[in-house]
């Protein structure tokens, strides 16, 4: 049994989450945590990640398209690192590229807009996000 893992899309304004089911096969997007102060938002995904009594934790990784590191990669780093103090558990970064990208394509193809877009994209992509993840850890 694999156990729980919970996915992160970090974001300035709204972090997107997701969960796996125990076996580690199907992630679902549960929504946003909306919290600008870093602080707050580790609290905040500290007290879900307890809730939802997962075993580890993904982040999106956001590393350029050709493979670089910018600033936004740093800052991630950093959150995941502080995550990992904070809840004790394991802390995987993973290359988010093309998430949000898809993310907006499968919400184009459902027609979906306006504010409901806006809330839906990042809860989308951080699900994207620990599905890829599994799916690349598959044995």
Do not use: W
């Not at 093309?98 to 807009?113: D, G, I, K, S, V």
Request: aromatic share 4%; hydrophobic share 40%.
């Amino acid at each position: 049994m694999v156990g729980k893992i919970l996915g992160i899309d970090y974001g300035e304004a709204r972090t997107g989450v997701a969960v796996s089911d125990a076996l580690g096969f199907l992630a679902n997007g549960i929504g946003n945590i909306e919290e600008r102060d870093i602080n707050r938002l580790i609290n905040k995904i500290a007290e879900k990640a307890a809730e939802l009594s997962v075993e580890k934790i993904v982040m999106g990784y956001p590393v350029n398209m050709n493979g670089t590191l910018g600033p936004k990669a740093e800052k991630v780093a950093r959150l995941a690192e502080r995550l990992k103090e904070k809840t004790g558990l394991p802390v995987a970064l993973f290359d988010e590229r093309c998430t949000t990208m898809a993310a907006h394509q499968f919400l184009n193809e459902t027609n979906t807009r306006g504010k409901k877009r806006k809330g839906v994209v990042d809860t989308l992509s951080a699900q994207i996000i620990l599905q890829n993840y599994m799916d690349s850890n598959k044995s």
